[in-house]
């Protein structure tokens, strides 16, 4: 089972790009590294997905190095807007009860 | 609109009472999830049903229970063996099989116990 570690907490301010990093040494061959964003008392929202490299889409991007034990999610230029608490997921997408969210890394974005 | 509505928002029950959280989804999905989530923590599995008719315990699933007879409704048990069920109770589905890329999130029901 594919745990994994991030930090607590961050800070940021408004317009600044902010990098998260999840650490997943015991990710297996076949486990993707999947990131969710929550709000308080809503469910958590997709935010992006990848297998290996670099992954960009419409709101972040997510780097991946070579052997795959650590991910970053980096949000450009956050908004007030964005502070909420990231969850780094790994795990088969055809097997949910081998991925485990962790508690997450609550972002505070500050004007 | 397609999603996932969970109901009732809110749910007040006295303790030793039985307690049925409602989850339905639109989207075709084949698999569904329940999870719980406690105050300022991250969310723990319950159950997951990848298929009608067949699901599968999670890390808690003790003193829950659960049942998927139609492809769009995956209803969750909060039994009296449930030692602590306070707690925000969410549903999510997803594609399932190797396609699966994310699980869509209802909007919670918040269980209290008194």
């Known amino acids: 089972l594919a745990k994994t570690t991030q930090p607590i907490s961050m800070d940021s301010y408004e317009g600044q790009e902010v990098n998260i990093t999840c650490s997943h040494n015991?990710?297996?061959?076949?486990?993707?590294i999947t990131w969710y964003q929550q709000f308080p008392s809503q469910g958590p929202r997709f935010i992006i997905q990848g297998y290996k490299t670099k992954v960009t889409n419409e709101v972040a991007s997510l780097f991946i190095p070579a052997d795959r034990k650590s991910s970053t999610l980096s949000l450009p230029r956050v908004s007030l807007s964005d502070t909420a608490v990231y969850y780094c997921?790994?795990?088969?997408?055809?097997?949910?009860?081998?991925?485990?969210f962790g508690d997450g890394t609550t972002l505070t974005v500050k004007p | 609109d397609g999603g996932i509505t969970q109901s009732p928002k809110y749910l007040f029950r006295k303790e030793g009472q039985n307690v049925t959280l409602s989850c339905e989804q639109n989207?075709?999905?084949?698999?569904m999830y329940w999870y719980r989530q406690d105050p300022g923590q991250g969310l723990r599995l319950i159950y997951y049903?990848?298929?009608?008719?067949?699901?599968q315990k999670g890390d808690i699933a003790e003193g829950y229970s659960v049942s998927r007879e139609k492809k769009e409704s995956f209803p969750l048990t909060v039994t009296s063996a449930q030692k602590n069920p306070t707690a925000f109770y969410l549903c999510?589905?997803?594609?399932?099989?190797?396609?699966?890329?994310?699980?869509?999130f209802g909007p919670g029901t918040r269980l209290t116990v008194l």
């Open positions: 997921l790994v795990g088969l997408n055809t097997n949910a009860g081998k991925s485990t």
């Open positions: 999510a589905s997803s594609i399932g099989g190797v396609t699966s890329r994310e699980q869509f």
């Open positions: 049903s990848q298929i009608v008719n067949d699901f």
């Open positions: 015991n990710i297996a061959t076949n486990d993707y």
């Open positions: 989207l075709n999905h084949d698999a």
